[in-house]
């Protein structure tokens, strides 16, 4: 079985912190996405990453970078980190069809 | 701007009933339509997916429809039960679902299905 994991189910932060992220899949799939998802809006596409220290911008990345230094490990940063933020966050990855880690609620105080 | 429209928001049925989920896209390069299924906790799982050149693709108790034309497409749950209580997303992607695997999602439609 694929398997995606994502560091933390529950994360609380405080406005303009520095956030880490941690996706890690057990596949060798060369993509990797990170999701937003907000009720009502689905999940939003914030970055992904077809290959190791490659990426993508999604269709919303602002206030995100990522990192992808090894081929199993993608991790989304938020620099500074605002309420706006707060959201369920979905790591996932594929050779074609998408498998998708448990998601991380943050919540940005 | 939300490239696919999905419909309803949420969905109540009874048991033994039909569950009717439609989506409306506007890219035409779109070549490549899943719906995903979220239980409470968990990540989405694909569920079905059909590609153009298909009107319909049946996988035990779920059917996706397509309409080209009407750049539309709708997800049919037969026979629902309890266990089909979920969020479903519709998708959609321009690369055949096969090179990125990017993909966009509708909004997303919470079902309930009562007993």
């Known amino acids: 079985d694929v398997k995606v994991t994502q560091s933390s189910r529950y994360l609380v932060k405080r406005t303009g912190e520095k956030v880490f992220l941690e996706c890690v899949q057990d596949m060798d799939h060369e993509n990797m996405f990170w999701y937003r998802q907000d009720p009502g809006l689905g999940l939003r596409l914030i970055y992904f990453s077809y290959d190791v220290k490659m990426k993508e911008k999604g269709d919303i990345p602002e206030g995100y970078s990522v990192s992808r230094e090894k081929k199993e490990r993608f991790s989304l940063i938020l620099e500074s980190a605002s309420t706006n933020q707060t959201s369920m966050y979905l790591c996932?990855?594929?050779?074609?069809?998408?498998?998708f880690g448990p998601g991380t609620r943050l919540t940005v105080l | 701007q939300q490239q696919v429209k999905q419909s309803p928001q949420s969905l109540i049925v009874q048991k033994g009933g039909i569950s009717i989920i439609n989506c409306a896209y506007e890219?035409?390069?779109?070549?490549?339509f899943p719906w995903y299924q979220q239980f409470p906790g968990k990540g989405p799982a694909l569920l079905i997916a059909?590609?153009?050149?298909?009107s319909e693709k049946k996988e035990g108790r779920f059917t996706i429809s397509f309409n080209k034309s009407a750049k539309q497409f709708s997800l049919h749950i037969m026979d629902s039960q309890p266990g089909d209580s979920a969020t479903y997303f519709c998708a959609a992607s321009k690369d055949g679902g096969t090179s990125y695997g990017k993909l966009t999602f509708g909004q997303g439609t919470i079902l309930t299905v009562h007993p």
């Open positions: 890219n035409t390069a779109f070549d490549y």
């Open positions: 059909i590609r153009p050149d298909v």
């Open positions: 996932a990855s594929s050779p074609s069809r998408q498998f």
